[in-house]
């Protein structure tokens, strides 16, 4: 499993507004200069983090974005969930595929998306925050 430029350019973006929250909502031209982002690209990213009420927005001359719950109730899980979709390994275990029968690779494949869900969903932005991984 490899993340995309969604997963990697999303998780930093989240990670810096996480990091700011003291100053309030966090403009995506701020975002974008510090971490050397497109500012298109993140739009549509903070759009994805938004839409699963990851992070919220405000308009205007302060407007930005803000983590929209505690810290310690949004995981990494979460976040790649929403950029990437599904944190598989294969298709047949998502059950987006249908196999005729279950290869030998099929438990292996079980087996190491259990732990890559196990291991991302016990990830906190907290945890990230605070350097406690």
Known sequence: MKLSTRGRYGLRAIFYIAEN??????PVSEISENLNLSENYLEQLVRMLRKDDLIKSS??????YK????????SIGQ???SLE???????CVSGKVECAEKC?????????DSL????????TLDNIVKHEI
């Open 104 to 112: 030998d690779a099929y438990d292996v494949f079980t087996k190491l």
């Open 116 to 123: 890559i869900n196990e291991a991302v969903d016990s990830i």
């Open 21 to 26: 929250e003291n100053k309030g909502y966090v």
């Open 59 to 64: 308009r205007g001359p302060k407007g930005g």
């Open 67 to 74: 983590i929209s719950k505690p810290l310690k109730e949004i």
């Open 85 to 91: 979709g599904d944190l598989t390994m294969s298709e």
């Open 79 to 81: 976040i790649l969930r």
